[in-house]
């Protein structure tokens, strides 16, 4: 009875921080937008040493460890975003949101889902896997992906990602000369996204 009452303890602070992540977000868009004047570093502080301190724990239950991961991971992505946002504020190189979003259509493809596919980056195993099988598990990473960061994921069905995927990976065939790629999910800039990535020979 005891391990159950601190495993359902952990797993509501685990939910207190997700809130206080997507807190901290909300309060440094509106920083970035200047609807707030000062940055959220309070708030920051909290879940930076909560996030520390979880990390140097034995989470003995899978389920919850798998859970802390995933909030700490969106965090770190959130949190790369944001030291490169306030470098560019100082430097004066900063862009608002949709001069930033205009920039990421020369570089990206965007689906109407709101994923952008990026260039190609990392490398993936190139061990054979079955297409429809692949295309479920990038479907399910992708939807997890999206709730993790608090956005929609209604209308994103698996035959429309495998027909977006697929018409993407012609255009991407066709600008980078090879097909030698795959497609995976990453949290970048606190937004779920649709990567290309070389595989490994």
Not at 25 to 41: A, N, S, T, V
Not at 169 to 196: H, N, P, S, Y
Request: contains cysteine.
């Amino acid at each position: 009875m005891e391990q159950a009452d601190q495993n359902k303890d952990f797993r509501e602070e685990l939910e207190e921080l997700d809130a206080k992540v997507m807190k901290l977000r909300i309060d440094y868009e509106q920083y970035f937008m200047r609807i707030q004047k000062r940055e959220p570093l309070f708030l920051r502080q909290q879940v930076e040493k909560t996030v520390h301190f979880y990390t140097l724990q034995h989470i003995t239950n899978t389920g919850d460890k798998f859970k802390f991961r995933n909030i700490a991971d969106k965090y770190n992505s959130f949190k790369l975003y944001w030291n490169r946002t306030i470098k560019e504020i100082e430097e004066g190189t900063y862009k608002r949101r949709s001069e930033d979003a205009r920039s990421t259509m020369k570089v990206g493809v965007t689906m109407k889902s709101g994923a952008v596919i990026l260039p190609l980056e990392e490398e993936v195993s190139s061990a054979p896997v079955d297409e429809a099988a692949r295309i479920k598990k990038l479907h399910e990473d992708f939807i997890r992906a999206r709730k993790e960061c608090n956005e929609t994921s209604s209308n994103i069905g698996l035959d429309y990602l495998a027909k977006a995927v697929e018409q993407q990976r012609a255009a991407a065939k066709k600008k980078f000369g090879t097909d030698d790629f795959d497609f995976d999910v990453k949290i970048k800039e606190g937004k779920a996204r649709i990567v290309l990535k070389k595989k490994k020979p």
